[in-house]
C-alpha cells in the first residue's frame, strides 16, 4: 500500500511538473514578438451588439501579413459573409454570393455588421498587442506579462482568457467596445507556425 502511495505522489509530482506554466517573459519582448507574426488563423465565435440590434456568427479568421481572410457564418448556416482585406481593399461576397469592392464593400459590411471594425487594427488586436501603426495606446498588464487591457484611439479592447500555444498566450476571450458596440469573441483554437 505504501508503495502505491509513493508512485501515486511521485506521478503527481511528476504531472505538475510538465504542467508548470510558461516563465514570464518581459513585456516589451512579448509584444515585440507578438506584433511580428505574420502569419496565423484560428476559429471561433462572434457575437456583436449596437444599441439597437445584435447578430453572432462562427468565425474563421486568417491572417497572412497583411491581408485578412475572414468567414462569417450565421446559425445554422443562416446568413453569413465572407471579407477579404488586402490592406488597402476590402472584398465582401454577402451570402447571396453578391460581390462588392472598394468603398460598396465598405459600406456594404457596415449593412451587415453595423458598424466597420478596424480591420487593420484588428490583426494585432486578435493576437493580444497594440497596433504597432497608431500612437497613443494605453496597456494593462496582468501578473503574467500578458495584456488584460487596451484602449488604443475609441476602441476599448479587454482580455478576458488566455490559452497556451507552445511559449506563447494567445487570448481565447476578447471584448471589444468603441462607443455603443460591443463585440465579444471566443477562439476555439489557434493556428500558428
Same mark, same amino acid.
Given at each position: ?55 453572432? *456568427? $462562427?468565425?474563421?479568421? =486568417?491572417?497572412? #501579413?497583411? /491581408?485578412?481572410?475572414?468567414? +462569417?457564418?450565421?446559425? !445554422? @448556416? ?15 461576397? *454577402? $451570402?447571396?454570393?453578391? =460581390?462588392?469592392? #472598394?468603398? /460598396?464593400?465598405?459600406?456594404? +459590411?457596415?449593412?451587415? !455588421? @453595423? ?34 487591457? !487596451? ?43
Amino acid at each position: 500500500m505504501r508503495a502505491l502511495l509513493a508512485w501515486s505522489v511521485l506521478l503527481l509530482l511528476t504531472g505538475c511538473h510538465t504542467l508548470a506554466p510558461v516563465a514570464n517573459t518581459p513585456w516589451t519582448e512579448r509584444r515585440a514578438a507578438l506584433q511580428a507574426i505574420d502569419y496565423y488563423r484560428f476559429n471561433g465565435q462572434l457575437a456583436a451588439a449596437t444599441a439597437t440590434d445584435g447578430f453572432s *456568427a $462562427a468565425l474563421r479568421w =486568417q491572417q497572412q #501579413g497583411a /491581408a485578412s481572410d475572414l468567414l +462569417l457564418r450565421g446559425p !445554422l @448556416g443562416v446568413g453569413g459573409a465572407h471579407l477579404v482585406y488586402d490592406g488597402a481593399v476590402l472584398r465582401v461576397t *454577402a $451570402a447571396d454570393g453578391s =460581390q462588392l469592392e #472598394g468603398e /460598396a464593400a465598405h459600406a456594404e +459590411l457596415v449593412r451587415l !455588421l @453595423g458598424f466597420e471594425p478596424p480591420l487593420a487594427s484588428l490583426r494585432y488586436w486578435l493576437l493580444g498587442v497594440p497596433d504597432p501603426a497608431v500612437p497613443g495606446a494605453t496597456e494593462t498588464l496582468d501578473d503574467m506579462q500578458r495584456l488584460s487591457h !487596451l484602449q488604443q484611439g475609441d476602441w476599448r479592447i479587454d482580455y478576458d482568457e488566455y490559452l497556451r500555444d507552445g511559449a506563447r498566450w494567445l487570448p481565447r476571450r476578447v471584448a471589444i467596445q468603441h462607443g455603443a458596440l460591443r463585440l465579444r469573441l471566443r477562439v476555439a483554437n489557434w493556428q500558428l507556425p
